[in-house]
T-cell receptor
């Protein structure tokens, strides 16, 4: 039973560049959420995708965008990178309409912006 | 505005003893609470959850207590084992996991638990 997989595991980018992170949900899951975890902090909700649409969004600027594909996988795009975007980006999946289906997290992508 | 707070950044206990991790929240709309455990270089792993209609939920060595009037929850681990050493995150949402609001979890800052043999 494949869990949530994310790629790449590590990434180094320069300020002003753009980055795309990828996520495959746990087998059978249809909903994907993205979180940003800064050093020493808890994960912060970026947005959630369901049925290929952004359903909820946290307090993140429009530089953060995403996409969900028909196979439920998802991408997170960040434009015009800032030093403050350096963080661990976590993808989580769940199954809609299933009570008590907690989020399953991937191991994350560590993004460093220099 | 920190809606979920874990005021203890770290906790150290002896193997076999009880570990108690605490969490406070401010948003009255939260009605579903979860605890996640995180090892270095891994994503958070779901441990246990509780809905606001309950005040206690137990799963093996892990018990979560919810005090709605105090907006406080705690995780008890009995007995603690060295393998329990990790960062523990408390999280809350306005709806149960698997439903519309369930994907938007608000996390605390985490408590690093160290269980010494």
């Amino acid at each position: 039973d494949a869990g949530v997989t994310q790629s790449p595991t590590h990434l180094i980018k320069t300020r002003g560049q753009q980055v795309t992170l990828r996520c495959s949900p746990k087998s059978g899951h249809d909903t994907v959420s993205w979180y940003q975890q800064a050093l020493g902090q808890g994960p912060q909700f970026i947005f959630q995708y369901y049925e290929e649409e952004e359903r909820q969004r946290g307090n993140f600027p429009d530089r953060f965008s995403g996409h969900q594909f028909p196979n439920y996988s998802s991408e997170l795009n960040v434009n015009a990178l800032l030093l403050g975007d350096s963080a661990l980006y976590l993808c989580a999946s769940s199954l809609e309409h299933t009570y008590n289906s907690p989020l399953h997290f991937g191991n994350g992508t560590r993004l460093t912006v220099t | 505005d920190q809606q979920v707070k874990q005021n203890s950044p770290s906790l150290s206990v002896q193997e076999g003893r009880i570990s108690i991790l605490n969490c406070d929240y401010t948003n009255s709309m939260f009605d579903y609470f979860l605890w996640y455990k995180k090892y270095p270089a891994e994503g958070p792993t779901f441990l246990i959850s509780i809905s606001s209609i309950k005040d206690k939920n137990e799963d093996g060595r892990f018990t979560v207590f919810l005090n709605k009037s105090a907006k406080h929850l705690s995780l008890h681990i009995v007995p603690s084992q060295p393998g329990d050493s990790a960062v523990y995150f408390c999280a809350a949402s306005e709806g149960p996991a698997g439903y519309n609001q369930g994907g938007k979890l608000i996390f605390g800052q985490g408590t690093e638990l160290s269980v010494k043999p």
